[in-house]
């Protein structure tokens, strides 16, 4: 049932905002149908890598979290503009795949800090858009992204993402900011 499940989510990841195109796309312009879909299709896999985690340990959450990062992110374009929320000078930003992936998962000699941000038990992903700004074959998304853990503890953090669409008709992030909103007085 699990791995049926974690099956489905790759799909979408890798589908989703697309019309499952065998040949090369003729119309690039994205909808906002298609970047909802992208963006709800993004929690639901991090739900799932916690979840795979949880039922198989970070061997399976790793394979998991590379065929999402391979479906939702532009590695295969160049490099992602990708600044998580928890990472740290030298190694804040993640312009490649590898860095992703050690953020996502952890276990990267390379990123030491790094804890695995997908496997701190999440349970819920919601989303909630200020404003989506769609131009042709990008989109770019500014808002809220509250997670809900196993203990029902939520987090909530400002997000930007820029998604563009493939020669297959897929969206790819290539742009993903996240910080933790700002506190005055803190």
Request: hydrophobic fraction near 45%.
């Amino acid at each position: 049932m699990k791995f049926a499940k974690q099956a489905l989510l790759v799909t979408a990841l890798a589908f989703a905002g697309s019309a499952f195109a065998q040949t090369p796309v003729t119309n690039a312009a994205i909808n906002e149908t298609e970047v909802l879909a992208a963006q709800k299709a993004w929690g639901d896999a991090l739900v799932a890598i916690s979840e795979a985690n949880v039922q198989g340990g970070p061997t399976a959450a790793k394979a998991l979290a590379e065929k999402v990062l391979d479906g939702a992110y532009g590695y295969n374009l160049g490099p992602v503009l990708f600044k998580p929320t928890l990472t740290q000078a030298p190694q804040t930003f993640r312009t490649t795949r590898a860095g992703a992936l050690a953020y996502f998962v952890g276990g990267d000699a390379n990123y030491p800090t790094d804890t695995g941000f997908a496997l701190k038990g999440w349970k819920k992903v919601e989303i909630s858009n200020a404003a989506i700004l769609l131009a042709g074959n990008t989109a770019t998304t500014m808002g809220n992204v509250s997670f809900t853990d196993k203990d029902g503890k939520v987090t909530v953090v400002d997000k930007t993402w820029e998604f563009k669409k493939d020669d297959a008709g897929r969206l790819r992030i290539v742009v993903h900011h996240s910080s933790l909103p700002f506190a005055a007085g803190k």
